[in-house]
């Protein structure tokens, strides 16, 4: 349980020496609480201040980090139930679930450089596959090295103490996660991943037994562990994360307070979707096509957004369709709502056009522009700077509807030769002004293609 | 060591909304008393109701995989409403007058009106009936088709803050239910609540749509506008406390990722199966924010999450007191 400014004050010195920078005890204090400062600026903390309040500022949720090197990845150290509280931090890694068995060498390497050369861009993230979970069978050993030699993070899906053994002690300097099969007994399980030092999941068939087991996996030595839920079906599984997650922020139970592991089928594709939105930290995957891994990647990246800053994009000039020196040429700001929106709007349109972004601190256009931050001036400044002017031959922008205040200024700005054009209040009307504006007006200008 | 987990006790719960009356087999939603899906430790009189989208014209925009399961039937209301109903097993309809819109055929509020009632007459289920947007040629036609559908107990979508006047006229003289919209914000949920009950209407028959954003597409500020939004309500807010309605098909297959095809970008996978996964998607994950009622396009969405859904609520239709059949997917079993 985090404490209280009184409570900090109370192991302080109190003799408001002003080393740390600030006045008072009492006002370092509170800084502490809201988790502004650090102890480390008392230079005369007793070493009792320092483990009441280390304790206490651990995080709920412990951090697990799965491989070694780029790829590898740290989940837990959440802090929250709801992502409006706060924000989600660690976002899941998402693991591609792969049987080795009955592949040439040939083709394992092959689909496994299929998946590590995947990266897909959106909206400033890089997807990829996260790490891939080795089903055991008599050909995962090599399977496992393999992934490991790709940089890949490794999950052990075991189905014998012996199997995984071997596993995982060819890869254990990779740090890979240890999952035992459903219903073994874990003792042997935790011996293995305490003395190779490695993360474990841990699972039981209900929440009480869950919280025990990963109580008893820490006290034989493991020190990462994750939880898998009960999850016999959605709404178990839901009941299952929901509490977890609860359970741990109120610290009721030691064993509660781990990052969890959730193991999705072919085909499952909801099971992922009520994992990734309600708490679930690494998520393997058996599909392997885009159609169930787009979207679930999209849901990761919408839901672990920071929702206490607004989503920017990168400032530039975009194309929608394939556009040329004739093309249309819109300007919005880089609030990635309104870009998505205005990007999706025109193109289904069917008119290829230029879209230029630009930087107005990730506001929507008409706060932008009461914040001084989509002026002419700025505007001007962002399509010099984007080079506007190679790329269209017609030296028109289109700005949008709800500032048409901007365009004297603007128009100025810009300089001989340009035009503004005042264009729809609303993204769903870009294909009829296209249609009922820009076209006729292209004609007149000759640029129309 | 056992765990100490207490049930969420909360003060206030979401108000009940009937949809459809009259010669309507109505469908009640909303009642819960705790977070969504929470059934462990709340109680929910109804389960969250699955619509779909029918429209009164051919909605040539849909993506060729969305419009396939109607083919035969885009732009033929009556039609499209039997095979939502009878085939799909939809528990109410979304009735879409795209075609009143000026842009888009300018068909007039004597056409929407007769659209409407033929869908009355194919079909049993409640009806939201959703205009061309923002403007007077919205009001002209939602209040038509409220006159001569009097009594049907539509859900008018929609009233807004700049424009609920006459909506919210029509749906106290004519006996409807109204959508409140705004734009992903609780501040201004609530400023329309609080304007529609000043205008007489009961937000017993209010339901409030916090507008979607589809997956990509600024879906994490709906999720999170909506728990805001139910976490206000479970806290006694009794202007906040109208069940959620939701249009997922519109905004989850106007995304690019649901219309590229799988030779454009071969990482996307099969486009048929990534447009109802992005549907599905957008549809559970706003379930899991606070949904009472989700609009949807593609059947198969609809049968995946009313799966989804039986995990929560049984697979058997519920009763209420006063015996209404609650989303019932009996009848429709029958003409399987």
Redesign the interface.
């Known amino acids: 349980m985090p404490l209280t400014g009184l409570q900090i004050f109370k192991l302080l010195p109190n003799t408001n020496c002003k080393k740390c920078g600030y006045p008072t005890c009492l006002t370092f204090a509170m800084k502490l609480a809201a988790g502004k400062e650090a102890l480390e600026k008392c230079p005369d903390a007793s070493p009792e201040a320092k483990a009441a309040l280390g304790a206490a500022s651990a995080p709920p949720i412990r951090g697990v980090t799965v491989g070694r090197g780029d790829r590898a990845i740290t989940v837990g150290e959440e802090t929250v139930f709801?992502?409006?509280e706060k924000t989600f931090v660690r976002h899941p890694g998402l693991f591609q679930i792969f049987d080795p068995a009955g592949l040439t060498a040939a083709e394992r390497d092959a689909k496994l450089d299929h998946w590590r050369a995947?990266r897909?861009e959106?909206?400033g993230e890089t997807f990829q596959v996260d790490g891939i979970a080795v089903v055991e069978t008599a050909e995962s050993v090599a399977a496992a090295v393999a992934a490991s030699d790709r940089g890949f993070p490794v999950a052990i899906l075991a189905a014998t103490l012996p199997g995984a053994t071997a596993i995982a002690e060819r890869i254990k300097e990779h740090r890979p996660l240890l999952v035992p099969p459903a219903g073994a007994n874990l003792e042997g399980y935790a011996a293995l991943a305490a003395r190779l030092g490695i993360p474990l999941v841990v699972g039981a068939p209900d929440?009480?037994s869950l919280?025990?087991a990963a109580?008893d996996a820490a006290r034989a030595g493991v020190t990462d562990i994750l939880l898998e839920p009960p999850g016999a079906?959605?709404?178990?599984l839901?009941?299952s994360l929901?509490?977890i997650r609860?359970?741990a922020l109120d610290r009721?139970?030691p064993?509660?307070g781990h990052p969890v592991f959730l193991c999705v089928g072919a085909g499952e594709?909801?099971k992922a979707?009520?994992g990734i939105?309600?708490f679930a930290s690494l998520v393997a995957l058996a599909d392997c096509?885009?159609?169930?891994?787009?979207?679930?990647w999209?849901?990761r990246?919408?839901?672990y957004?920071d929702?206490q800053k607004p989503l920017q994009m990168d400032p530039g000039l975009y194309a929608i369709g394939e556009p040329n020196d004739r093309s249309p040429l819109l300007v919005t700001s880089n609030f990635s709502?309104t870009y998505?929106?205005v990007s999706?709007e025109a193109?289904?349109s069917g008119v290829a056009c230029h879209l230029a972004v630009v930087d107005a601190e990730g506001l929507s256009v008409l706060t932008a522009w009461s914040a001084g931050k989509f002026s002419g001036d700025r505007v001007a400044k962002a399509l010099r700077e984007m080079k506007a002017a190679e790329r269209v031959s017609h030296h028109t922008v289109i700005i949008p509807g709800y500032v048409p205040v901007i365009s004297g200024e603007l128009e100025d700005a810009l300089g001989d030769g340009w035009h503004v054009l005042v264009g729809p209040q609303e993204a769903?009307d870009i294909?009829?002004f296209f249609r009922d504006v820009w076209g006729p007006l292209a004609r007149d200008l000759g640029t129309h293609p | 060591m056992s765990l100490d987990l207490k049930p969420k006790k909360w003060a206030g719960a979401l108000r009940e909304v009937t949809l459809g009356a009259g010669s309507r087999r109505p469908v009640a939603v909303g009642g819960g008393n705790g977070l969504p899906l929470h059934t462990f430790e709340a109680a929910f009189p109804h389960r969250p109701a699955l619509a779909l989208e029918i429209t009164d014209v051919d909605p040539v925009r849909w993506v060729e995989s969305v419009r396939q399961p109607w083919e035969g039937v885009l732009g033929r209301p009556a039609e499209a409403a039997r095979r939502a109903v009878a085939d799909f097993g939809a528990d109410l309809l979304l009735v879409h007058l795209m075609g009143t819109h000026t842009d888009r055929g300018n068909r007039s509020p004597e056409q929407a009106a007769a659209d409407v009632g033929a869908v009355l007459e194919a079909v049993n289920v409640p009806l939201i009936v959703k205009g061309p947007g923002a403007g007077q040629k919205q009001n002209t036609v939602l209040a038509r088709v409220a006159e001569d559908c009097r009594g049907e107990g539509l859900a008018l979508h929609s009233a807004t803050n700049e424009d609920y006047k006459t909506l919210a006229a029509v749906a106290v003289a004519y006996g409807h239910a109204l959508v409140g919209e705004s734009p992903i914000d609780v501040n201004m949920a609530k400023q329309l609540n609080i304007l529609l009950a000043d205008s007489n209407v009961d937000l017993n028959r209010v339901l409030i749509d916090p507008l979607t954003g589809g997956l990509g597409y600024g879906l994490e500020y709906s999720y999170s506008v909506m728990e805001r939004i139910r976490l206000a309500a479970l806290g006694g807010d009794a202007m906040l406390n109208c069940p959620i309605v939701c249009l997922v098909g519109e905004e989850a297959w106007k995304a690019k990722e649901a219309k590229v095809p799988a030779d454009k970008e071969p990482l996307w996978g099969s486009q048929r199966e990534r447009g109802i996964h992005w549907e599905v998607a957008t549809a559970m994950t706003l379930i899991e924010a606070g949904a009472e009622v989700v609009v949807l396009r593609h059947p198969e969405t609809l049968d995946r999450i009313r799966k989804q859904l039986d995990s929560w609520f049984g697979s058997e239709p519920s009763h209420d007191r006063e015996g209404v059949v609650q989303n019932s997917f009996r009848a429709t079993d029958e003409h399987r």
Do not use: C, M, Y
């Not at chain 1, 079906?233 to 178990?236: G, H, M, S, V």
């Open positions: 709801f992502r409006h995947i897909i959106r909206a929440l009480a919280a025990d109580r079906d959605p709404r178990l839901h009941h929901s509490a609860r359970g009721i139970h064993g509660l594709i909801e979707v009520l939105t309600k096509g885009g159609e169930t891994w787009l979207p679930l999209t849901l990246q919408n839901i957004t929702p709502l998505f929106i999706t193109e289904a769903s294909a009829p």
